[in-house]
């Protein structure tokens, strides 16, 4: 008798030894329990088929070791939440769920919706009869800030000294940009107490203008004005010019600096022109610096509200233009609305804002820009963000927004409306609702016929000077964009106005924000346009600050206070 094995090690002895004793068959061995799961590959080979029961064990069997085999490992972690997540989509695409999407909307202000807040506001415009025209009530005068012209009580009688040589400069880009380099090239002039050769005009590649002096400004009231303080002459003696081969090219072009200081013309330039008895400066565009000593500062003033006036030819057509306004304006006593609109396509693709024109929009500007200015905005790395530039207040705001602002500060619709502008991007979509906002719009084109205006045509700064005098004697002057045509014309209304710009210039940055809200109300958006207008009467009076512009501010530099002048008055009526 033997022992049981659970390794079968009794079993094969048992069978040994029988074998050995020479016994019959050996005994068998005990049947291994897991001989019932039919473990072995060939049991029940000879069945036939198998039962039930037997496949159910199985599969029973492997589902068994499977589990063994995975809860034996710490892999099941990895698999968990794969099942987990699998069960669960599973289960979630059994119901009708809408998960909800999230939509990133613009930053307000952002974007171009100006044509929905005008469909909101239009019922609005026309039903508002509750305020008076704000064309007779927009300024006011505040005490003790009251400024009159005394450029003439300054005016020298001395003789003008000996001159130290010839300063001959080149005036470049618009209208008013010349109007700079003229009176900073008196103001050197005399810095130096050189004698000023006529500017020439260099030949813009934007402003495509052939103009020269003579075409835009009167010069002999230019050389007259001047006389007691800066000796101009219209050219170069013959004897000067032949000291340089009759070449003007050969005569030495100082390379000067923005904004150099007056020290550095009396270091610097001064020795040259001793030596050399003429100079060149060449560009001369902001070549001076708005600090410089009183009596030069008075040269500044001289030349561009006395000096430069225009040539007879504008002057008679721009006169005409203000006379025809005034009268269109008899309602409201000759008082009219100007506005400097910058809405042309070289100045929209400059921009780089985007309104509502799509994919033509865009075509368009992409041309233009690179027509304009070959690769400057296609550059490798430079990002273009049209949305943030909107909501910094730098994009050309369009007629309609011009319009509705107007509108919004209490113009209305029997207001008299100039529009100064060149020639408007897709004119007829973009004007089309500000005339219906300000049916009596007028523009150079409709107040002067085509006969008046043929010797102007292709001539850019003399059409702008036709524009330029008629804002100037407007009642309400509106600066959409900045510039030097709207900063001169600031100045020389303040020059007028006793001190007072009499100009909207408005918070573009507020600006965006309202016409980015098509649910606005008539009276939100109304109280904001009056704090506007309000903002811009409050800074219509301003003193030049250090290194401003006497262009803009010409108080205290070309002004003197009501008081002083009065003052003044009385004592030589006591002599």
């Given at each position: 008798?033997?022992?049981?094995?659970?390794?079968?090690?009794?079993?094969?002895?048992?069978?040994?030894?029988?074998?050995?004793?020479?016994?019959?068959?050996?005994?068998?061995?005990?049947?291994?329990?897991?001989?019932?799961?039919?473990?072995?590959?060939?049991?029940?080979?000879?069945?036939?088929?198998?039962?039930?029961?037997?496949?159910?064990?199985?599969?029973?069997?492997?589902?068994?070791?499977?589990?063994?085999?995975?809860?034996?490992?710490?892999?099941?972690?990895?698999?968990?939440?794969?099942?987990?997540?699998?069960?669960?989509?599973?289960?979630?695409?059994?119901?009708?769920?809408?998960?909800?999407?999230?939509?990133?909307?613009?930053?307000?202000?952002?974007?171009?919706?100006?044509?929905?807040?005008?469909?909101?506001?239009?019922?609005?415009?026309?039903?508002?009869?509750?305020?008076?025209?704000?064309?007779?009530?927009?300024?006011?005068?505040?005490?003790?800030?009251?400024?009159?012209?005394?450029?003439?009580?300054?005016?020298?009688?001395?003789?003008?000294?000996?001159?130290?040589?010839?300063?001959?400069?080149?005036?470049?880009?618009?209208?008013?940009?010349?109007?700079?380099?003229?009176?900073?090239?008196?103001?050197?002039?005399?810095?130096?107490?050189?004698?000023?050769?006529?500017?020439?005009?260099?030949?813009?590649?934007?402003?495509?203008?052939?103009?020269?002096?003579?075409?835009?400004?009167?010069?002999?009231?230019?050389?007259?004005?001047?006389?007691?303080?800066?000796?101009?002459?219209?050219?170069?003696?013959?004897?000067v010019l032949q000291k340089f081969d009759n070449n003007i090219s050969n005569i030495t072009n100082l390379r000067v600096k923005a904004w150099s200081t007056a020290n550095h013309y009396l270091e610097k330039v001064l020795p040259k022109l001793l030596k050399l008895g003429?100079?060149?400066?060449?560009?001369?565009?902001?070549?001076?610096?708005?600090?410089?000593?009183?009596?030069?500062?008075?040269?500044?003033?001289?030349?561009?509200?006395?000096?430069?006036?225009?040539?007879?030819?504008?002057?008679?057509?721009?006169?005409?233009?203000?006379?025809?306004?005034?009268?269109?304006?008899?309602?409201?006593?000759?008082?009219?609305?100007?506005?400097?609109?910058?809405?042309?396509?070289?100045?929209?693709?400059?921009?780089?804002?985007?309104?509502?024109?799509?994919?033509?929009?865009?075509?368009?500007?992409?041309?233009?820009?690179?027509?304009?200015?070959?690769?400057?905005?296609?550059?490798?790395?430079?990002?273009?963000?049209?949305?943030?530039?909107?909501?910094?207040?730098?994009?050309?705001?369009?007629?309609?927004?011009?319009?509705?602002?107007?509108?919004?500060?209490?113009?209305?619709?029997?207001?008299?409306?100039?529009?100064?502008?060149?020639?408007?991007?897709?004119?007829?979509?973009?004007?089309?609702?500000?005339?219906?906002?300000?049916?009596?719009?007028?523009?150079?084109?409709?107040?002067?016929?085509?006969?008046?205006?043929?010797?102007?045509?292709?001539?850019?700064?003399?059409?702008?000077?036709?524009?330029?005098?008629?804002?100037?004697h407007s009642e309400v002057f509106v600066t959409t964009q900045g510039g030097n045509f709207p900063h001169f014309l600031m100045g020389h209304r303040r020059y007028l106005y006793e001190g007072h710009a009499k100009t909207i210039k408005p918070d573009k940055r507020k600006?965006?924000?309202?016409?980015?809200?098509?649910?606005?109300?008539?009276?939100?958006?109304?109280?904001?346009?009056?704090?506007?207008?309000?903002?811009?009467?409050?800074?219509?009076?301003?003193?030049?600050?250090?290194?401003?512009?006497?262009?803009?501010?010409?108080?205290?530099?070309?002004?003197?206070?009501?008081?002083?002048?009065?003052?003044?008055?009385?004592?030589?009526?006591?002599?």
């Amino acid at each position: 008798m033997y022992a049981y094995s659970r390794l079968g090690g009794g079993a094969a002895a048992a069978a040994a030894a029988a074998a050995a004793t020479g016994g019959g068959k050996p005994t068998s061995p005990r049947r291994s329990p897991r001989a019932k799961y039919g473990r072995s590959k060939f049991a029940g080979r000879n069945s036939g088929f198998e039962s039930p029961a037997k496949l159910q064990r199985v599969a029973e069997r492997l589902a068994y070791l499977l589990l063994s085999l995975v809860f034996r490992r710490h892999g099941v972690l990895l698999f968990a939440p794969l099942i987990y997540l699998s069960g669960m989509l599973l289960y979630m695409g059994t119901l009708p769920i809408d998960i909800p999407r999230v939509v990133h909307r613009p930053p307000p202000g952002s974007t171009y919706r100006s044509p929905q807040v005008f469909e909101k506001l239009w019922p609005h415009m026309q039903a508002d009869r509750s305020q008076m025209n704000a064309l007779t009530a927009a300024w006011h005068t505040r005490g003790g800030q009251t400024w009159k012209p005394c450029i003439d009580q300054k005016t020298s009688i001395e003789e003008v000294p000996a001159s130290n040589g010839y300063l001959i400069i080149e005036a470049n880009g618009g209208l008013n940009q010349q109007r700079i380099s003229i009176c900073d090239a008196v103001a050197v002039a005399g810095l130096l107490n050189a004698t000023l050769v006529i500017p020439t005009f260099h030949l813009n590649s934007v402003w495509r203008d052939s103009s020269k002096f003579g075409d835009i400004f009167d010069e002999e009231h230019f050389i007259e004005v001047l006389k007691n303080e800066v000796k101009v002459v219209k050219e170069l003696p013959e004897d000067v010019l032949q000291k340089f081969d009759n070449n003007i090219s050969n005569i030495t072009n100082l390379r000067v600096k923005a904004w150099s200081t007056a020290n550095h013309y009396l270091e610097k330039v001064l020795p040259k022109l001793l030596k050399l008895g003429a100079v060149r400066i060449a560009p001369f565009s902001n070549r001076l610096a708005n600090e410089v000593p009183e009596h030069i500062q008075y040269l500044r003033c001289l030349t561009n509200f006395k000096a430069l006036r225009f040539s007879e030819p504008i002057r008679l057509l721009a006169d005409s233009m203000v006379n025809r306004m005034v009268q269109k304006s008899s309602l409201s006593n000759g008082k009219y609305v100007s506005v400097h609109l910058r809405f042309e396509e070289d100045m929209v693709a400059f921009s780089c804002c985007i309104y509502d024109g799509g994919e033509e929009e865009k075509r368009e500007m992409d041309k233009a820009r690179e027509r304009g200015w070959r690769g400057k905005f296609s550059k490798t790395g430079r990002i273009i963000r049209p949305g943030a530039i909107r909501m910094d207040g730098k994009c050309p705001l369009t007629p309609l927004e011009v319009g509705m602002m107007l509108r919004g500060m209490g113009f209305d619709n029997g207001t008299h409306v100039y529009v100064a502008a060149g020639k408007i991007y897709k004119a007829e979509k973009y004007v089309a609702p500000l005339q219906q906002m300000f049916p009596f719009l007028e523009t150079k084109e409709s107040l002067a016929s085509e006969d008046e205006l043929a010797s102007f045509q292709g001539h850019s700064s003399r059409l702008a000077a036709l524009d330029y005098t008629v804002c100037l004697h407007s009642e309400v002057f509106v600066t959409t964009q900045g510039g030097n045509f709207p900063h001169f014309l600031m100045g020389h209304r303040r020059y007028l106005y006793e001190g007072h710009a009499k100009t909207i210039k408005p918070d573009k940055r507020k600006l965006a924000l309202m016409f980015d809200n098509p649910r606005i109300r008539w009276d939100y958006f109304k109280k904001n346009m009056h704090s506007m207008l309000h903002h811009s009467d409050t800074k219509g009076v301003e003193i030049k600050k250090p290194n401003s512009s006497l262009y803009t501010f010409p108080t205290p530099d070309c002004m003197c206070r009501s008081a002083i002048i009065n003052k003044n008055t009385s004592a030589a009526n006591d002599h």
